[in-house]
């Protein structure tokens, strides 16, 4: 089991950037990888960014270039920097966890991103 808690959302104006974290209640090294994913209303969830344990990275064709997944395994943290937001980008953010050798996924309650235009 792991807990994970995500921080860092808010409301920012377009062209804003916001850093979104996500705290493991336990060491990330435990994980194959971490992801960011977000739901807007009425859409489904869909993937932002993974990032890999040795740190190799997978956007979504509508964040590269702006957003950027990295990781510090010294504070068992995953984190989203989101630069030149668009108000498309509103949506809640949550990131997930897979341990190694299963297909579990252990899920973060989420942050609130609201750009507005």
């Known amino acids: 089991q792991v807990h994970l808690v995500e921080s860092g959302g808010g409301l920012v104006q377009a062209g804003g950037s916001l850093r979104l974290s996500c705290a493991a209640s336990?060491?990330?090294?435990?994980?194959?990888?971490m992801g960011w994913y977000r739901q807007a209303p009425g859409n489904q969830r869909e993937l932002v960014a993974t990032?890999?344990?040795?740190?190799?990275?997978n956007y979504a064709d509508s964040v590269k270039g702006r957003f950027t997944i990295s990781r510090d395994n010294a504070k068992n943290t995953v984190y989203l920097q989101m630069n030149a937001l668009k108000p498309e980008d509103t949506a809640v953010y949550s990131c997930?966890?897979?341990?190694?050798?299963?297909?579990?996924?252990?899920w973060g309650q989420g942050t609130q991103v609201t750009v507005s235009s």
């Open positions: 336990r060491s990330i090294f435990d994980f194959n990888s």
């Open positions: 997930n966890a897979n341990p190694w050798r299963t297909t579990t996924l252990y």
């Open positions: 990032i890999g344990s040795r740190g190799s990275t």
